[in-house]
């Protein structure tokens, strides 16, 4: 494998991507709290399957965002093509606000309520079979976290999808080597995490997960397999865009930003 291909350090984001991360910022500016490292994580992607391959029609695809605590991300992404507005934006986790710390059905293009970690391969797998039950032809995108597939349901879910020739289905695995405050490394052991997803009957390709351009290169390249499900590993820097909370498990989760961090957050973007 050419590591500096799919190295994210090599990708220097562009002001599309910083705007989203200054969405993120301010949304934590009244209440201060939320999972600020694995938004940052995986906004590139989110913003890619929402960009370019969702689009508004009869049977369109659908995303389920199974890493829950990454919604930052997604709430993010959906304030920019506007299906939400800016308030409800900066009312993330307040008492009345429909944007929680994990998104919810009610929320503009969120199908399924998420947050419980392993539960969000097996919806789609099942969202899958339900659509070539109907002959709808559309695709289902899911995004997983690295430290999400230690559940054992994933890799039961993996079995189903091979089985039943899932190829209307995306798995898109959020590969940052972090886990909650931890490094993966240090809980279990991934690797190798590509053949580990062939052997179980998928199409298997590692990216640079916060490059546009490959992000699309290779769901364009997975929509395209018709024999087997695809699972696309994006390796990403948990934090990516302000070095000094690059991989580190102190902000994973923040639950009272200071005004001092807060205001590091934004002049850093």
Known sequence: MNTKKVNPKNIKLDQKSI???????????KYRRGHIG???????????????????????NEFLLSKGHGCLALYSVLYDINKISKKTLLSFTGINSIL??????????????TGSLGHGLSVAAGMCVGDKILKINKKVFVLLGDGEINEGSVWEAALFISKHKLNNLITLIDYNKMQSYGKIKDITVLEPLKRKWESFGFNVSEINGHSINEIDRSINKAIKK??????????????????????????????KLTDKELEYLKKNL
């Open 19 to 29: 705007k989203l991360r200054l969405n993120i910022v301010n949304a934590l500016e």
């Open 100 to 113: 929680g710390g994990h998104p919810e059905h009610f929320v503009p293009l969120v199908n399924f309520s």
């Open 38 to 60: 694995p938004a940052f994580s995986c906004l590139e992607i989110i913003r890619v399957i929402f960009n370019k391959h969702i689009k508004e029609k009869k049977n369109q």
């Open 226 to 255: 018709k024999a087997k499900p695809t699972v696309i590993i994006c390796n990403t820097i948990k934090g990516k865009g302000i070095s000094k909370i690059e991989n580190s498990p102190e902000w994973h989760y923040k639950s």
